[in-house]
């Protein structure tokens, strides 16, 4: 594989030194060199345990590992050797970004902590990637999604909605962590270039998702003295699902008053009094709402819904599932999907989200076996495989 392109993103001419595993640093680091970035990945003799854990077209190449390691370029170290932290060394002193998901301990046993890479290159933006803030009691702790799901409340509100406590069926933890991830570096590297100073920056997957969680559901117990406990009532409530129809379901939200005055000038509902008129009013018998609402949408076929309601543009989309969603016109007509041929045969990978008028992003290219650059990058930095 030859030395990758320039890109032309917003990130082009950013080098990302990427020591993180699993989803919640690669997907931030994905983003990155979607976004231009020249993102090494710098992996273990036995690769990236994530390598393994889904479907692939060959062993170490799963379909998560595809998705989130795209458009990097691998390189096996030894980090325990003298000859792997050599490299690293040599590598820092050219990154702009030192990106890694060990735990504080760990990294700094292998001298590559904060202040010993910031000795390498001063400038450098170092990203720590934690299941909990190394400042607090559970620094040490080990933290997957499922585990930080739990500890932020998830599968109570879950509870409150369903009768049963339950995760998310995502893993929301180590997306949201890695989105944070992705803002909090771009954000110093942006102080960087107003001021020259790099800086050391660490999320917390569990602080990360304890601030999303709460932005809605914190509510009245953010006032001394509470006014109420930390829930929002309306994303629990157990009436708020998919609305069963003549033959399927349909999701509609007919929040505000003018989408209600919509509603019901057309539907004509009987219950629909005057104490339902407003939003503070609905608000405050939510479960009624959607339990009226509920028995209407009853009354006629999903497609008819989705006529009226598209109509008096109301939102409202039909259910689809995943493997729909891989074929979805709306995404075909802006050309989400990027095909990009690999050493593995084509793969159709998710592309960029975002849209820039002058520099745009897109999927970086194929995802690398592991150690398939480690010869092109050690030349980069004038040294060669089994020498120091």
């Known amino acids: 594989m030859s030395v990758r392109p320039k890109h032309g993103g917003p990130l082009d001419g950013i ?56 458009g990097k370029r691998s390189v096996v170290l030894d980090m325990k050797s003298d000859e792997g932290k050599e490299a690293l060394t040599r590598l820092i002193a050219g990154a702009d970004v030192f990106i890694h998901s060990m735990r ?3 990294i700094g046993r292998l ?7 910031a000795a390498i290159r001063p400038d450098i933006v170092y990203t720590n990637c934690y299941g909990y803030s190394r400042r ?23 509870q409150l909605m369903t009768g049963e406590p339950g995760f998310v069926a995502t893993i929301m933890a180590d997306k949201v962590a890695g989105l944070t991830a992705l803002y909090a570096t771009i954000l110093a590297l942006f102080h960087r270039e107003r001021t020259g100073e790099g800086q050391e920056v660490e999320i917390g997957m569990f602080e990360t998702m304890a601030s999303f969680m709460l932005v809605e ?3 009245g117990a953010m006032f001394t003295p509470p006014l109420g406990p930390a829930h929002y009532h309306r994303a629990a409530s157990r009436n708020r699902k998919p609305y069963r129809t003549a033959d399927g379901y349909v999701a509609a939200l007919i929040y505000n008053d003018k989408h209600w005055k919509l509603f019901t000038e057309a539907v004509k509902p009987a219950w629909a009094t005057p104490d339902m008129a407003t939003l503070q009013q609905r608000a405050k018998q939510i479960d009624t709402v959607y339990s009226l609402l509920g028995e209407t949408f009853l009354q006629r076929t999903t497609a008819e819904w989705l006529e009226l309601l598209n109509a008096l543009n109301i939102p ?32 159709r990978y998710p592309g ?13 290219g194929q995802t690398p076996l592991a150690g398939a650059h480690t010869d092109e ?12």
């Open 111 to 117: 001298g590559f902590d904060y202040a010993s890479v």
């Open 136 to 158: 607090g009691p559970d620094a040490d702790k080990p933290a997957y999604d499922d585990t930080i799901q739990a500890e932020c409340g998830i599968p109570h509100v879950q």
């Open 316 to 347: 409202a989309a039909p259910l689809r599932t995943t493997d729909e969603l891989m074929d979805n016109p709306h995404l075909n007509a802006i050309d989400f999907f990027e095909t990009i041929e690999t050493d593995q045969g084509p793969v």
């Open 217 to 219: 559901h914190a509510n």
């Open 15 to 70: 080098r990302i030194i990427d020591l993180t595993s699993m989803v919640f640093g690669p997907y931030a680091t994905q983003i990155m060199a979607d976004m231009g970035a020249d993102v090494i990945k710098i992996e273990p003799p036995q690769g990236d345990d994530t390598r393994n854990i889904s479907q692939g077209p060959v062993p170490g190449m799963s379909g998560v590992f595809v998705n989130v390691n795209r």
């Open 104 to 106: 504080a301990k760990a």
């Open 377 to 388: 990058v050690l030349a980069e930095i004038g040294m060669a495989r089994g020498a120091s």
């Open 352 to 364: 960029v989200p975002t849209w820039f008028s002058r520099t745009p992003g897109k999927v970086a």
